[in-house]
């Protein structure tokens, strides 16, 4: 029995150490964007997959240097343009998906940047409006940390799985010493 219980504690264990979250990531995901106006044209839209290095987007659209940058939880807008920028730009992330567990953003957080944006999500989408700008030339690079969510198994579930494992051992090792026995 010492060796029964023994071996459901070192099964449970090691079924915690296997299921234990990982880092959830975006890297490997596809998602979509857009850049424009805010309540007016949209000037670009694509899809690219995030990348451990390099930006996603990194273009001239109507003049003006548009980078978008993501990382595994965090990302990059840049914006350089040789003129002003007279009214409020939308940046739109969207089908936001964590390669290695299912999760949803519950928060974003601008660290780095000239001056405070509005932000908006939802489960798998970041809405950021940046504001005007009507000194020449305009450069502006802002970051931000996104917080999400995941699943998390049970301490019960591991525990059970643990115990199933651990009992099904057992039994294999009695039929075996009783087929052992017999010959």
């Given at each position: 029995m010492k060796s029964l219980?023994?071996?459901?504690?070192?099964?449970t264990v090691a079924v915690g150490l296997v299921a234990?979250?990982?880092?959830?990531?975006?890297i490997g995901d596809s998602i979509?964007?857009?850049?424009?106006?805010?309540?007016?044209?949209?000037?670009?839209?694509?899809?690219?997959?995030?990348?451990d290095s390099g930006a996603e987007y990194d273009d001239l659209v109507i003049g003006a240097d548009?980078?978008?940058d993501l990382a595994a939880d965090s990302f990059d807008l840049s914006l350089d343009f040789p003129g002003t920028a007279s009214r409020d730009l939308k940046w739109v992330l969207s089908d936001l998906d964590w390669v290695d567990k299912p999760g949803e953003i519950i928060g974003v957080?601008?660290?780095?940047?000239?001056?405070?944006?509005?932000i908006s999500w939802m489960a798998d989408s970041i809405t950021v409006i940046t504001p005007a700008d009507v000194t020449a030339p305009v450069s502006?690079?802002?970051?931000?940390?996104?917080?999400?969510?995941?699943?998390?198994?049970?301490?019960l579930t591991i525990l059970g799985a643990g115990t199933a494992i651990s009992f099904?051992?057992?039994?294999?090792?009695?039929l075996?010493?009783?087929?052992?026995?017999k010959a």
């Open positions: 219980t023994f071996s459901a504690l070192l099964s234990a979250p990982a880092q959830a990531s975006l979509d964007y857009s850049f424009g106006l805010n309540n007016g044209a949209t000037f670009l839209s694509g899809s690219a997959i995030v990348t548009v980078v978008i957080t601008q660290t780095a940047g000239r001056s405070a944006v509005d502006d690079l802002y970051s931000f940390d996104i917080q999400t969510t995941h699943a998390v198994p049970e301490p099904g051992a057992a039994f294999k090792r009695k075996a010493k009783k087929k052992a026995d």
